[in-house]
């Protein structure tokens, strides 16, 4: 991402360098089910279909991709690791709401836990 521009410029030029979709996303997960950047409570403010927005708990502000461009993944897996992360895997796992749950992958969701 070309930081050297004005912020909502630097999205644009970001959005255009991705590819049209991603064969497989990786991601981890936060303890209140963040992914992404995208945080819970906090709106994904849409800048092009690919890159959003979004501000974090400590107040900053957050570039993201989409949930529709990460929904257009083939494959999705959430890697998460350790005991305190045990609450938001079993969230994940009974698709509770919270921004993770929100992201699957066209073909498979894989989820991976360990302590």
């Known amino acids: 991402m070309n930081t050297e521009l004005p912020f909502r410029d630097a999205c ?13 996303c990786l991601l981890g997960v936060g303890e209140d089910g ?27 502000q957050r570039v993201s991709l989409s949930y ?4 257009s ?12 992360k045990r609450k938001v895997y079993e969230k994940l796992l009974k698709g509770e709401d919270i921004p993770a749950s929100k992201v699957k992958g066209k073909r498979k969701t894989f989820i991976i836990y360990s302590t």
């Open 12 to 24: 644009v030029d970001y959005s255009r360098k991705l590819p049209q979709g991603l064969d497989v």
């Open 34 to 60: 963040h992914t992404a950047s995208l945080f819970p409570n906090s709106p994904c403010l849409t800048i092009t279909p690919k890159v959003c927005t979004s501000i974090a708990p400590d107040g900053t």
């Open 68 to 71: 529709q461009y990460l929904n």
């Open 73 to 84: 993944s083939c494959v999705v897996v959430f890697a998460l690791k350790g005991e305190e």
